[in-house]
């Protein structure tokens, strides 16, 4: 098996706004992407990627929020509880906050890398940070929870910033 050599992408990346597919089976393919997935999460300093991230549109997120990687394959929320606006930011779009309403607990339902079904309750940050990954699978973005206004300054922001470097 060849070696996966994967970038972290940026807001304006077209693969960012596509809808991923979802997974048939993990695999040893699959595998090796959750593994790089995590060295890429981890060296950014973020608490969760999806793979569109990184270029690949699988329905693959890895999240750690202090408790140890937990990889999902197809995660879909299937339940919906309260509401709270929490401040975000994103891997993909940098030195960018959102305040962003979500639902205070989602329970999720998902397949682990051994292809086992899952089903859980997330909450707290852990329940934001599915939500926030499974957005991504979707093509959706934290600039899309700001109105067209403060969404146009903040894509000014990005293209000046992709300028300097």
């Not at 960012?16 to 959750?34: C, D, F, M, T, Y």
């Not at 997120?61 to 995660?75: A, C, E, M, R, T």
């Not at 930011?89 to 989602?106: A, M």
Request: charged share 30%; glycine share 8%.
């Amino acid at each position: 098996m060849k070696e996966i050599k994967l970038k972290l992408r940026f807001y304006g990346d077209k693969v960012l706004r596509a809808r991923s597919a979802p997974v048939n089976a993990v695999g040893p393919q699959e595998k090796a992407l959750i593994e790089k997935m995590a060295e890429v999460m981890y060296a950014s300093g973020g608490i969760g990627l999806a793979a569109p991230q990184v270029g690949i549109n699988k329905q693959i997120i890895v999240i750690d929020v202090g408790k140890g990687l937990i990889p999902l394959i197809n995660p879909k929320i299937k339940k919906k509880e309260g509401s709270a606006v929490i401040q975000e930011g994103c891997l993909s779009v940098p030195e960018v906050y959102v305040k962003v309403r979500r639902p205070q607990k989602v329970f999720v339902e998902a397949l682990d890398p051994t292809n086992k079904p899952i089903a859980f309750w997330a909450d707290e940050i852990f329940g934001r940070a599915v939500q926030h990954e499974v957005d991504h699978l979707h093509g959706k973005l934290i600039v899309d929870y700001l109105n067209l206004v403060k969404r146009l300054a903040v894509r000014r922001k990005l293209k000046a910033r992709a300028k300097k470097n």
